[in-house]
Nanobody, 118 residues
Framework: QVQLVESGGGLVQAGGSLRLSCAAS????????MGWFRQAPGKEREFVGSIRWSIGVTYYADSVKGRFTISRDNAKNTVYLQMNSLKPEDTAVYYC???????????WGQGTQVTVSS
């Protein structure tokens, strides 16, 4: 099992920045990739971006490309989501996830709220 704990959410004005963290513990050697998802009220959960744990290759949704950056610190078993130029439509609960392969997301964090005011 892998446990994921997010932190860093909060309230920010449009145009501002936030950095989310996701600390992994447990069987972290089994992690192939980690990702960020978000869910706004009344909407389905959507993919934000992901990172291959071993080689650091990143992928992003078009809606955040150029504004959000995912990075990781292998020594700390932590992945980060740096969010810049935030928009009110970025308001959502942000979830961290980990997958043991490229086809599934096996572990999820509890989520952290990000609210962007206009």
């Amino acid at each position: 099992q892998v446990q994921l704990v997010e932190s860093g959410g909060g309230l920010v004005q449009a145009g501002g920045s936030l950095r989310l963290s996701c600390a992994a513990s447990g069987r972290t050697f089994s992690i192939y990739r980690m990702g960020w998802f978000r869910q706004a009220p009344g909407k389905e959960r959507e993919f934000v971006g992901s990172i291959r744990w071993s080689i650091g290759v990143t992928y992003y949704a078009d809606s955040v490309k150029g504004r959000f950056t995912i990075s990781r610190d292998n020594a700390k078993n932590t992945v980060y989501l740096q969010m810049n130029s935030l928009k009110p439509e970025d308001t959502a609960v942000y979830y961290c996830a980990a997958g043991r392969d490229g086809g599934s997301w096996d572990y999820w964090g509890q989520g952290t709220q990000v609210t962007v005011s206009s």
